[in-house]
């Protein structure tokens, strides 16, 4: 079965900065990121086509998060910088065939992994 397998988050402080992989089972077209903090909606924060053309990220995180894939190992890293409070939430590493929706709207998902930033 497809698996997602995520690793990176912990805890830091504002400004500081972390990093994210999840390495995946299979191929899929795209791949990314969605979070969730407590008692917010779920937000899509970064998505990357597989096969090459540009990523793409909310406006939050524009300048401060980079969503990256790695084609050999088939892991997708995102690497974020300058996080702030707001950012703390639990990252979701995402994955489908189908580009064409909201990140959190993937069909398929991995365990989630949590960051905070203080």
């Known amino acids: 079965h497809v698996q997602l397998v995520e690793s990176g988050g912990g805890s830091v402080q504002a400004g500081g900065s972390l990093s994210l992989s999840c390495a995946a089972s299979d191929r899929f077209n795209c791949m990314g990121w969605f979070r969730q903090a407590s008692r917010k909606e779920r937000e899509g924060v970064a998505s990357i086509f597989t096969g090459g053309s540009s990523p793409y990220s909310t406006d939050s995180v524009k300048g401060r998060f980079t969503i990256s894939y790695d084609r050999v190992k088939n892991t997708m890293y995102l690497q974020m910088n300058n996080l702030k409070p707001e950012d703390t939430g639990m990252y979701y590493c995402?994955?489908?065939?189908?580009?064409?929706?909201?990140?959190?709207?993937?069909?398929?998902r991995g365990q989630g992994t949590q960051v905070t930033v203080s």
């Open positions: 995402v994955a489908d065939s189908n580009c064409d929706m909201p990140e959190y709207e993937y069909g398929y």
